[in-house]
């Protein structure tokens, strides 16, 4: 009989700050209906096409119905689990919360959704960093000018000097 049950995922995150990971399709347990080729063959058929399986879930068994469907008949037929909670077709039953259900009842994104996220996040966070580096080179830099500045004025003081004693001695 095939069997699922929840595992526990280790928190995840940047930076050494943990946080809780937020349930996607990759982290939360799932079955797939291929699995269960062996299990579902039997009872479908062009004859009965739908059937009910059992399945262990965290130890105690369930019941789950599987369908074949009919537009699928002249090769094996593709089977599909039907969501215990809206009846869909899926391919995929996901388990929170003891509970099976199709990604879309379980609440579940994909995980590429979070890291978009994540994303735009570590770059808001770089270029926080960034800004911070920027203000230090922008200071260095204004010092610099500064020293600059005041070499400059202290030439042009001595040139003048220089020019004025060279305009009197004329
Ligand atoms: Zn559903």
Do not use: W
């Not at 077709?89 to 978009?116: N, P």
Request: with cysteine; charged share 30%.
């Amino acid at each position: 009989m095939v069997s699922i049950s929840t595992v526990s995922t280790k928190p995840f995150g940047f930076g050494g700050k943990p946080h809780k990971p937020q349930p996607t399709v990759e982290n939360t347990p799932r079955i797939y209906i291929g699995e269960l080729r062996g299990a579902a063959r039997l009872p479908l058929t062009a004859f009965a096409r739908e059937a009910t399986i059992s399945i262990l879930v965290n130890g105690k068994p369930e019941t789950l119905d599987v369908v074949c469907d009919p537009r699928n008949f002249g090769g094996d037929g593709q089977r599909f689990f039907l969501c215990p909670a809206c009846s869909r077709k899926v391919q995929h039953l996901y388990l929170r919360d003891e509970r099976l259900a199709c990604r879309r009842c379980a609440g579940l994104t994909y995980r590429s959704q979070h890291t978009k996220r994540r994303g735009l996040h570590r770059a808001r966070d770089l270029r926080r960093k960034l800004g911070a580096s920027e203000e230090l080179v922008i200071a260095a830099q204004l010092r610099d000018m500064v020293v600059r500045v005041r070499r400059r004025l202290k030439h042009d003081r001595y040139r003048d000097r220089y020019s004025n004693r060279a305009r009197t001695v004329r």
